[in-house]
Nanobody, 121 residues
Framework: QVQLVESGGGLVQAGGSLRLSCVASGSIFRVNDMGWYRQAPGKERELVAGITRSGTTNYTDSVKGRFTISRDNAKTTVYLQMNSLKPDDTAVYYC???????????????WGQGTQVTVSS
């Protein structure tokens, strides 16, 4: 059993900051690519930022220069530092990871339960 657990969402005023964390746990051999997605009401889920195991990152254009994704491989954790938040950043944020399980070295994709980020104007 492998799962992702997120934390760090909340309510913040425009211009403020939040830091999201996501920990992978269970029968893990290795965690490969990790990422953060978000889904606003009435919109499709979109990739916000991704990071490979070696640390290569990518961001959607709307968050470049404001958000930073990072990871701690030893702790199987991925972070999203969000600065200069805008009301348009309001959404449920989901963590995603590709994991190689320690049981038969199976490759699986897991999602976190989601954490609400609300930015007030």
């Amino acid at each position: 059993q492998v799962q992702l657990v997120e934390s760090g969402g909340g309510l913040v005023q425009a211009g403020g900051s939040l830091r999201l964390s996501c920990v992978a746990s269970g029968s893990i051999f290795r965690v490969n690519d990790m990422g953060w997605y978000r889904q606003a009401p009435g919109k499709e889920r979109e990739l916000v930022a991704g990071i490979t195991r070696s640390g290569t990152t990518n961001y959607t254009d709307s968050v470049k220069g404001r958000f930073t994704i990072s990871r701690d491989n030893a702790k199987t954790t991925v972070y999203l530092q969000m600065n200069s938040l805008k009301p348009d950043d309001t959404a449920v944020y989901y963590c995603n990871a590709e994991i190689i399980t320690s049981v038969l070295l199976t490759r699986v994709t897991r999602w976190g339960q989601g954490t609400q980020v609300t930015v007030s104007s």
